[in-house]
């Protein structure tokens, strides 16, 4: 006898998985396995976790940061004992390791070189809403956009300004939310100087791209930028790193005294009207910032 319910039966049919609600459940047991934080939240439909209160990146946001070093194992030591990093298995083939501990996904690279990214040095990817879009705007401006290519998290697009300086684009999944404009823990970025060269000509290029104002730094040819996340400033002329990233510590004296004892050089920790921070140098001649905010 036939199956009376038969005629109710539908065609099974695969839904498309949501790229958001991957990139939130592996964060989540990446942090739990390193930090021990609750998993079960992360197990959530996605439904209800892209209904909270959420704000998105704005275009220009970094998305995440690499630092580009000639041995990778030599950075996970030094930056793990320094800044407390711990590392996860590498996102890509090729020599970086993901630091796994961040508010924002950063990680070292001592793999192929980027473009107009130095060796020491920092590679920055950036949220775009539409990466297509955004890229046909890095080319109209004089930079170069590679085509969109798909990686683990996203669509990504490698580009260098109208200076040569390199960085990247990433049309990231929806659900993403925007990072805290200081950072949140001790080893986040708390703040980014660029050095492009000339800043008026930088000025025009990214306020052109991702639409973000200027007013004048408190040192001469100095820019600070207003609109992206982390807080960013430019500083023009030639001789600095193309790009310097300040790190969130909660003793500047401590983390001082690991950098020194690790082959680096710091500088003696001086009051700021925002805190106490130092200028210092890795044990590969990476220069960087440690702030106690």
Request: proline share 10%; hydrophobic share 35%.
């Amino acid at each position: 006898m036939a199956d009376p319910l038969e005629a109710l039966r539908r065609p099974i049919v695969p839904l498309d998985p949501d790229p958001s609600f991957t990139i939130r459940l592996r964060s989540h047991l990446e942090r739990a396995l390193v930090e021990g934080d609750e998993v079960m939240p992360a197990l959530e439909s996605p439904s209800r976790t892209e209904s909270t209160n959420v704000t998105p990146p704005a275009d220009g946001d970094i998305a995440f940061f690499s630092l580009h070093v000639p041995s990778a194992d030599r950075a996970r030591a030094f930056y793990g004992e320094v800044l407390g990093w711990r590392f996860g298995d590498p996102m890509e083939p090729g020599g970086y390791d993901r630091i796994v501990n961040l508010s924002l996904p950063g990680g070292v690279w001592d793999g192929e070189g980027v473009p107009g990214v130095p060796n020491p040095g920092v590679h920055l990817v950036r949220h775009v809403a539409d990466l297509a879009a955004s890229s046909a705007k890095v080319r109209a401006l004089g930079g170069t956009a590679s085509e969109p290519e798909v990686t683990p998290y996203g669509s990504r697009a490698r580009c260098t300004d109208d200076q040569g300086n390199g960085f990247a684009l990433l049309q990231h999944p929806p659900g993403v939310a925007q990072s805290a404009q200081n950072g949140e823990r001790p080893g986040d970025l708390a703040y980014i100087t660029i050095a492009p060269g000339d800043e008026q000509l930088a000025a025009t290029f990214y306020g052109g791209l991702f639409g973000w104002q200027f007013r004048p730094g408190s040192v001469e040819h100095a820019l600070q930028v207003e609109g992206p996340t982390p807080q960013t400033g430019m500083w023009g002329g030639t001789g600095r790193p193309n790009v310097m990233l300040m790190y969130r510590v909660d003793d500047v004296a401590v983390a001082v005294a690991k950098v020194r004892a690790l082959g680096g050089e710091a500088t003696d920790p001086a009051q700021m009207p925002y805190g106490v921070t130092s200028d210092c140098v890795d044990d590969q001649g990476m220069a960087f910032y440690l702030g106690q905010l």
